[in-house]
């Protein structure tokens, strides 16, 4: 995937040129691309003269930042234990089979991404679906398929 990196130097311009601005860094180059690309890793490494096995090691450690191109909308499913024995994998099903891929894929065309996520503090709407930052609360597989409509 091709990439324009001209964004890049902003980016770093926004942040001092240290290595305890590298997180900040990482998520305003994941809110730019959407995921963090491994070119753009590697410049960051330049930017902060740091060693790009530091840099991997926190854009693998977090849980937010992704290695992996996501889709123009992402969908996360929670699984925690409440929307879990609430039907969250009837859910997850359907969601799989409106847009015909599964949990940590991405449709071809790059519009949707199905990720399983752990609790996300919204209990008392279990089970919970986000997409992109929006919460639906006490989802019905039967409707389920609602959330993601147009992707199919």
């Known amino acids: 995937m091709k990439h324009d990196f001209s964004h890049l130097p902003d980016i770093f311009a926004r942040h001092q040129q240290r290595p305890e601005a590298l997180i900040m860094i990482l998520q305003d180059i994941q809110k730019e691309y959407r ?86 503090g919204a209990c008392a709407m279990a089970p919970v679906v986000i997409v992109n930052e929006q919460y639906h609360g006490s989802v019905k597989p039967s409707n389920a398929k609602r959330l993601v409509k147009g992707g199919k």
Do not use: W
């Open 35 to 120: 995921y963090l690309p491994c070119e753009a890793l590697q410049e960051t490494a330049k930017a902060l003269n740091v060693p790009l096995s530091k840099v991997f090691s926190v854009a693998t450690f977090y849980n937010a930042f992704s290695l992996n191109p996501k889709g123009k909308n992402v969908v996360r499913i929670c699984v925690g234990t409440a929307c879990h024995i609430r039907g969250a994998a009837l859910i997850r099903d359907q969601i799989e089979n409106a847009l015909s891929i599964k949990a940590g894929q991405t449709t071809p065309d790059m519009e949707f991404s199905i990720e399983v996520v752990a609790c996300v």
